[in-house]
């Protein structure tokens, strides 16, 4: 192409990539870093129940505060410890955050924690939860392990022992970011979850669109019959909200009912949650 026969523009392709992987280098560096020096945090996104219309749990999310680069969003370091292999420290600290939280919340509140394709590599995974309840005292039944396709990619054998162990534990999982990967409808078959979340990208603006209202409801029906339930993610505006509401999923989550809430406020977050709940159900005034 004309841009590999120009030098110049060549060389300036050359500076980019160099630049690029000094940045990569000092991110994993700092990263390497972070967890002695207190840099992470735990943030507590309220779901709602549409049984009852009140919040029945929050997810865990891990947040870097960098000192100059200030807060980085998990998607631009979990690849990467995932791939320096710190993700098991890391992931450890978050379950003690996450079940430390739960502690202080009412027992009806149950707490949500992602993990990582690496978390479920190693031998430790049952150990470590197991150790992080009994440090906890929150009853297993309130923990809800969140795992993505790419987990159960490979191994599914030894994967599907971990989850039957998990479960046999009392431990919930859910099958996160439900549609966006590769043979989903098999996994269900396969693996023993007892939530699915729909992915962000099928409630997008589904007030309008007629097949993401048939995905979704495909996919309550489909959870239904599994014995499963499903929490819809990503509900940004009102009009989402009613749709998803006509639907028969158990759950919400999204902007509209509640943003990520730092550690230490879950328990006014959900006050308010419940509080605007009950404003909308006799059809108050005062709502966003
Ligand atoms: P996820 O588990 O699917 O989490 C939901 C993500 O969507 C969160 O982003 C959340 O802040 C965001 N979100 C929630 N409601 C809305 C909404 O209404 N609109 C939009 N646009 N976004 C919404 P976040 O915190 O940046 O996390 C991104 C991903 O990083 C998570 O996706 C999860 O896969 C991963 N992650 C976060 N915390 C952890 C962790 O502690 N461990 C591991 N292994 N992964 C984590
Ligand atoms: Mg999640
Ligand atoms: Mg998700
Ligand atoms: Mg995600």
Same mark, same amino acid.
């Given at each position: ?14 500076? !980019?990539? !160099? ?10 560096? =700092? ?9 992470f945090e735990t943030v507590y996104q ?12 929050f997810e865990t999310l891990i947040r870097w505060r ?8 998990p ?15 890391i992931g450890?600290w978050v379950l003690d955050e996450a079940l430390r939280s739960a ?6 509140? #149950?707490v949500a924690v992602n ?19 009994? *440090?906890?005292? $929150? ?16 191994? #599914? !054998? ?12 009392? &431990? ?9 990967? %590769?043979?989903?409808?098999? %996994? ?14 099928? $409630? ?12 979704? *409801? ?11 339930? &499903?929490?819809? !993610? ?7 909200? =009613? ?17 990520p809430t730092a550690r230490g406020t879950e ?5 308010? &949650? ?15």
């Amino acid at each position: 192409s004309a841009k590999a026969h120009d030098p110049g523009r060549f060389h300036f392709f050359e500076q !980019e990539m !160099e630049v690029e992987l000094l940045r990569m280098q000092s991110l994993k560096a =700092d990263l390497a870093k972070a967890l002695p020096k207190h840099q992470f945090e735990t943030v507590y996104q309220p779901i709602l129940s549409l049984r009852d219309n009140s919040v029945r749990g929050f997810e865990t999310l891990i947040r870097w505060r960098h000192p100059e680069r200030g807060m980085v969003p998990p998607d631009e370091f979990i690849p990467v410890i995932e791939e320096t292999g710190a993700i098991a420290d890391i992931g450890g600290w978050v379950l003690d955050e996450a079940l430390r939280s739960a502690g202080n919340w009412p027992d009806r509140i #149950s707490v949500a924690v992602n993990l990582s394709p690496c978390q479920f590599r190693g031998e430790g995974l049952q150990h470590t939860v197991r150790a992080a309840l009994a *440090k906890s005292g $929150v009853a297993p039944p309130r923990l809800e392990l969140e795992i993505t396709e790419s987990v159960l990619l490979q191994g #599914s !054998e030894r994967n599907l022992a971990l989850l039957h162990s998990l479960r046999n534990m009392g &431990v919930k999982i859910a099958l996160d970011d439900f549609g966006v990967g %590769y043979s989903s409808l098999s %996994y269900l078959r396969t693996f023993p979850f007892t939530r699915v979340k729909i992915d962000r990208s099928f $409630v997008k603006g589904i007030d309008a669109n007629p097949q993401s209202i048939a995905i979704v *409801k495909s996919v309550v029906d489909i959870a239904a019959a599994m014995g499963m339930q &499903v929490t819809a !993610e990503g509900i940004e505006t009102r009009q989402e909200f =009613d749709c998803i509401r006509t639907l028969g999923c158990d759950a919400v989550q999204g902007f509209f009912i509640g943003r990520p809430t730092a550690r230490g406020t879950e328990l006014a977050a959900l006050e308010k &949650v419940d509080a605007d709940m009950i404003w909308r159900a006799t059809g108050d005034s005062r709502l966003p």
